[in-house]
């Protein structure tokens, strides 16, 4: 009976041993396997996210091209703008405005802002920053900012006092209708080869 019992325990262990080979072979054949496709599924993860990622990339440099080309074609049309508000005084066409022009056109301009008084109009020596008698696109574009300003700042403080903003408002409009916040240029060559 001993021997049976050694022979049964011998058998019962070696049994062991070759049923867990195998399922250890079994187990280790599924992992490699199951490790293998993960890596694969990794690999082709980055792979996806590289090919994403140059895509939108290439996107975002095809909307800047297209913002830069707008913003330029912007700029050029504020810089138009503002010297064609230029030229409108400008009744000789020489680029420069002089005194009379100046206050002829201050006054058709107040005419169709009626809320506007002259003393609220700048006066021709404002624009003649050098003092020749003329005013030039560079001290226009000056001016113009300058005036702007001051327009916001009375506004503001308009508003800060609870006094009626109306009159304020009406001066910053008018103000900014001329000047329409446009690109300031050193000169009207500067101007012209911009607009070019």
Do not use: C
């Amino acid at each position: 009976m001993m021997k049976m019992v050694v022979m049964s325990g011998a058998s019962w262990f070696l049994g062991g041993k070759i049923h867990s080979g195998k399922v250890r072979k079994k187990l280790n054949k599924k992992h490699l396997s199951e490790q293998k496709n993960l890596y694969t599924q990794y690999y082709n993860d980055v792979y996806k996210l590289q090919e994403t990622i140059a895509e939108q990339q290439y996107v975002i440099e095809n909307l800047q091209s297209t913002l830069n080309e707008v913003q330029k074609q912007a700029e050029l049309e504020a810089i138009q703008r503002d010297y064609d508000e230029f030229k409108q005084p400008d009744v000789d066409g020489d680029d420069r405005i002089s005194r009379a022009e100046f206050n002829m056109y201050v006054k058709n301009y107040l005419s169709n802002y009626p809320g506007l008084q002259e003393k609220d109009y700048p006066r021709f020596e404002d624009f003649d920053h050098d003092g020749d008698g003329f005013v030039s696109f560079q001290e226009y574009a000056q001016q113009m900012a300058l005036q702007v300003q001051q327009a916001e700042l009375e506004q503001y403080y308009a508003q800060q006092q609870g006094k009626s903003t109306t009159n304020a408002k009406n001066k910053a409009n008018a103000i900014k209708g001329l000047y329409k916040d446009t690109k300031r240029t050193d000169n009207f060559n500067d101007l012209y080869a911009n607009i070019r």
